[in-house]
């Protein structure tokens, strides 16, 4: 069965990194667009960033933009979001999530989440 | 494109028949798609592409819409129904969510 589980979270300080991972299991990995989104405590649901299977093209939120970087390893069946100058607002549980390969950018499986939070 | 649900929050009771709806701040064609949350869970795919139900989704569910005007109706709520649903439109970067609608017990 389809599994998504992120890993890396944590407790850090403004302006450091952290590296999300998240490893996938049950499906072809490298056949899927993938996606991270983000829910910051109490608050709704943001999309962070994506990467394709094809091309390795990227997008990110503006909110992220220039911070924040995905990537996949299609050997390994992971995907990551390297983070830096880390926000107190990027306090949130960080998601990855696979895209429907029948519908752009609806996501059918999603991990469990990850908390980050940024403190001093 | 901004994404906008209402209401914020509804109380129905087991067995009712509610509506949520979602407009997008320009037109996006059939591209929205719906989730469901529970509390401390990953959000869970409803349906995409406008109307279209995942495989194992309730018949109960249901969604319509094109354009910049949505909604997501449930038949007959059942106890397992009370979540918090998000609509996301999937037309162009960034891809984003309302502001959720949170279903409660009545």
């Known amino acids: 069965q389809v599994q998504l589980v992120e890993s890396g979270g944590g407790l850090v300080k403004p302006g450091t990194s952290l590296r999300l991972s998240c490893a996938a299991s049950g499906f072809t990995f490298s056949d899927y667009y993938m996606t991270w989104v983000r829910q910051a405590p109490g608050k709704g649901l943001e999309w962070v960033s994506y990467?394709?299977?094809?091309?390795?093209?990227?997008a990110y939120a503006d909110s992220v933009k220039g911070r924040f970087t995905i990537s996949r390893d299609d050997v390994n069946n992971s995907l990551y979001l390297q983070m830096n100058d880390l926000r107190a607002e990027d306090t949130a549980v960080y998601y990855c999530a696979r895209d429907d390969s029948r519908a752009v950018a609806a996501y059918d499986f999603w991990g469990q989440g990850i908390l980050v939070t940024v403190s001093s | 494109i901004q994404v906008t649900q209402s209401p914020s929050s509804l109380s129905a009771s087991v067995g009712d028949r509610i509506i949520i709806s979602c407009r997008a701040s320009?037109?996006?064609?059939?591209?929205l798609n719906w989730y469901q949350q529970k509390s401390g869970r990953a959000p869970k795919l409803l349906i995409y592409?406008?109307?279209t139900l995942k495989g194992g989704v309730p018949l109960r569910f249901s969604a319509s819409g094109s354009g910049t005007d949505f909604t997501l109706t449930i038949n007959s709520l059942q106890p397992e129904d009370f979540a918090t649903y998000y609509c996301q439109q999937s037309y162009s970067q960034p891809y984003t969510f309302g502001q959720g609608t949170k279903l409660e017990i009545k």
């Open positions: 990467i394709s299977s094809v091309d390795g093209t990227t």
């Open positions: 320009q037109r996006i064609s059939t591209y």
């Open positions: 592409a406008a109307s």
